[in-house]
């Protein structure tokens, strides 16, 4: 029994189907795998302290409601995009090449200046390449759920 037990754990693996719970995004006709800070710990940790990201990947940030959002780049290493979504997933901010800094509580924030409650870090530059215009769509995965 055990062995047929790792047999299929093994095969799952090998199918691809071990991944089907990885989350993604899709936006401006891009998939993105993301991870998810949904709770205050995660959003407050973010990207701190690493000193890549793949360029596929992000990290959505889901808010409790929408509301003006502010984010800095304390102890973040890599230059990122910083896009701010409303209620309906609708692009609505947007700061672009937003550099590292290390300045700690003196690092500067990047507001979204209108109400939003999801924001989308991607390696800086993706915007760019992306041509993003506010009011463009962020859609999300199966399994990536408004904070409640």
Request: aromatic share 8%; net charge negative.
């Given at each position: 029994?055990?062995?047929?037990?790792?047999?299929?754990?093994?095969?799952?693996?090998?199918?691809?189907?071990?991944?089907?719970g990885?989350?993604?995004?899709?936006?401006?006709?891009?998939?993105?795998?993301?991870?998810?800070a949904?709770?205050?710990?995660?959003?407050?940790?973010?990207?701190?302290f690493?000193?890549?990201?793949?360029?596929?990947?992000?990290?959505?940030?889901?808010?409790?409601?929408?509301?003006?959002?502010?984010?800095?780049?304390?102890?973040?290493?890599?230059?990122?995009?910083?896009?701010?979504?409303?209620?309906?997933?609708?692009?609505?901010?947007?700061?672009?090449?937003?550099?590292?800094?290390?300045?700690?509580?003196?690092?500067?924030?990047?507001?979204?200046?209108?109400?939003?409650?999801?924001?989308?870090?991607?390696?800086?530059?993706?915007?760019?390449?992306?041509?993003?215009?506010?009011?463009?769509?962020?859609?999300f995965?199966?399994?990536?759920?408004?904070?409640?």
């Amino acid at each position: 029994m055990r062995r047929l037990a790792l047999s299929l754990l093994c095969a799952l693996t090998l199918s691809g189907c071990a991944d089907a719970g990885q989350s993604w995004v899709e936006l401006g006709g891009k998939r993105y795998s993301v991870e998810i800070a949904s709770t205050e710990e995660a959003r407050a940790r973010g990207l701190m302290f690493r000193d890549t990201m793949a360029e596929n990947h992000g990290m959505v940030f889901i808010h409790d409601e929408q509301m003006p959002q502010s984010y800095w780049m304390k102890n973040t290493r890599i230059p990122l995009d910083i896009l701010y979504f409303d209620n309906d997933h609708k692009l609505v901010a947007q700061q672009r090449d937003v550099p590292p800094c290390s300045l700690g509580d003196s690092c500067p924030s990047y507001p979204s200046n209108v109400p939003a409650r999801y924001v989308l870090e991607l390696n800086a530059g993706q915007a760019e390449r992306l041509k993003l215009q506010d009011g463009a769509v962020l859609t999300f995965g199966p399994g990536i759920a408004p904070a409640k």
